[in-house]
């Protein structure tokens, strides 16, 4: 079975550009969560997507959006990038009813 | 809200046993799970329990959760030099599946 897929691996952007980074759940999963890793930070929770409805929210400003499509791969989105976007984003897939959430190799962003 | 903690770097020899600490403080939590990360990867899930379970055996891994004191810990045994990473601690709470994360524990295997 494949895993959690995520692209693009690495991404340069510059400040004030928007980017849109894509995860494929495994196979069956319909839950896709999305986290932000950064040194000072740590992991932090972003959003949550279970059958194309976002289900729960971090505290991130709106300029961080998400969407889940039909065949449960997601995207999210940031708008305006800014300097402190830059980070490690990681997707997490579960299936129903189960308790593991198995992620993906992350895309890692420098904003510029 | 929630928050996870974990003690910052754990150094051990090889061979040794090494114990990762973590506390929690949502008692509602669900699930309670370890993960392993190793420089510029995702994460590895490497064991769980959920929340109406004392121990968890996984060949060289023990996991032990008490759930008076919110404290979980993870034993690994025979530790190796590839056993070096960090080990974030990360728990479920009863709605959906959102992980509230430990900052990571280091672990040095010295040979």
């Known amino acids: 079975k494949a895993g959690v897929t995520q692209t693009p691996r690495y991404l340069i952007k510059t400040r004030g550009q928007q980017v849109t980074l894509s995860c494929s759940p495994i196979?069956?999963?319909?839950?896709v969560s999305w986290y932000q890793q950064t040194p000072g930070q740590g992991l932090q929770f972003l959003f949550e997507?279970?059958?194309?409805?976002?289900?729960n929210k971090g505290n991130f400003p709106g300029r961080f959006s998400g969407r889940q499509f039909s065949n449960s791969r997601s995207e999210m989105n940031v708008s305006t990038l800014e300097l402190g976007d830059s980070a490690l984003y990681l997707c997490?897939?579960?299936?129903?009813?189960?308790?593991?959430?198995?992620f993906g190799q992350g895309t890692r962003l420098t904003v510029v | 809200g929630e928050d996870v903690e974990q003690s910052l770097f754990l150094s051990v020899r090889e061979g040794d046993s090494s114990v990762i600490n973590c506390t929690y403080t949502?008692?509602?939590?669900?699930?309670l799970y370890w993960y392993k990360q190793e420089p510029g990867a995702g994460l590895q899930l490497l064991t769980y329990?959920?929340?109406?379970?004392d121990m968890k055996q996984d060949q060289r891994l023990t996991v032990l959760l008490n759930k008076k004191d919110k404290h979980l810990s993870l034993r690994i045994a025979d530790t190796q030099t590839g056993d070096s990473a960090i080990y974030f601690c990360?728990?479920?709470?009863?709605?959906?599946?959102?992980?509230?994360f430990g900052a990571g524990t280091i672990l040095r295997v010295k040979s």
């Open positions: 949502d008692s509602s939590s669900t699930y």
């Open positions: 997507y279970f059958s194309e409805t976002q289900r």
């Open positions: 990360a728990v479920k709470g009863e709605y959906g599946n959102k992980l509230v």
């Open positions: 196979s069956g999963h319909r839950s």
């Open positions: 329990i959920f929340s109406n379970m």
């Open positions: 997490a897939s579960s299936a129903p009813g189960e308790g593991k959430a198995f």
